[in-house]
């Protein structure tokens, strides 16, 4: 069946740190991919997507490009803020009914000034 | 537009006890999921359910626990004689349009905690 794989956590950086989390995918046909962002005590906000092979998803300084040939979406970010800090999740939707989201085991990072 | 509203944030609920979690969908947002986030571990999927409809119940477990989505009001993820092993936060999506490529948009959570 189809899956998601992250890097296991925690990760610590320094801000201003290049940040790489990186995700593996296996799935039939083409499914859509996401990154979503957990702050502590909170609800899960999307953070970027792409929906087709060679798309790059971006938003707030992250980026992650759908890589079809090594079935990857690592999340990457030049220059980290102790505001990222949060749990970072990668999921893909499933293309049966309903898109259902299949979600990595989270990857947690933590920035220090 | 308000977000994705869920209460309470969050229940404790003694073993035996019943647990009702509601979830208002986005304003315009037909379809509803469930996902369950036990302790250290990611998200998995319950339910999907669309307005009186349950669509795929494949991640639910097949007792104690069922959900709707009725014509008017909240949809409800029922959970009947709680065990311990359901303590969990567990949150509810909704989207405009059921696709693969369509973004689910989350709400803040309910908490269980079983005594």
């Known amino acids: 069946g189809n899956s998601v794989t992250q890097m296991e956590g925690p990760v610590t950086l320094s801000e201003e740190a290049f940040l790489t989390i990186n995700c593996t995918y296996t799935a039939t046909g083409y499914p859509s991919l996401f990154w979503y962002v957990q702050y502590p005590g909170e609800g899960l906000q999307l953070l970027l997507k792409a929906t087709k092979a060679d798309d790059k998803g971006s938003n707030k300084g992250f980026e992650a490009t759908y890589r079809k040939e090594t079935t990857s979406f690592h999340l990457e970010k030049g220059s980290v803020q102790v505001s990222d800090s949060a749990v970072y999740f990668c999921?893909?939707?499933?293309?049966?009914?309903?898109?259902?989201?299949?979600f990595g085991q989270g990857t947690e990072l933590s920035v220090k000034p | 537009n308000a977000g994705v509203m869920q209460n309470p944030r969050h229940l404790v609920r003694r073993r035996g006890q019943e647990a009702r979690l509601r979830c208002s969908p986005m304003k315009g947002h037909s379809h509803v999921y469930w996902y369950r986030q036990l302790p250290e571990e990611g998200l998995k999927f319950m339910v999907y359910l669309q307005k009186e409809n349950i669509i795929d119940e494949s991640g639910m477990p097949k007792e104690r626990f069922s959900a709707e989505f009725p014509k008017e009001g909240p949809s409800i993820l029922r959970i009947q004689q709680v065990v311990r092993g359901d303590s969990a936060a567990y949150f509810c999506a909704s989207s405009p349009q059921a696709t693969s490529s369509e973004t689910q948009y989350f709400g803040p959570g309910t908490r269980l905690l079983v005594l």
């Open positions: 999921a893909l939707s499933d293309q049966g009914q309903g898109g259902k989201l299949i």
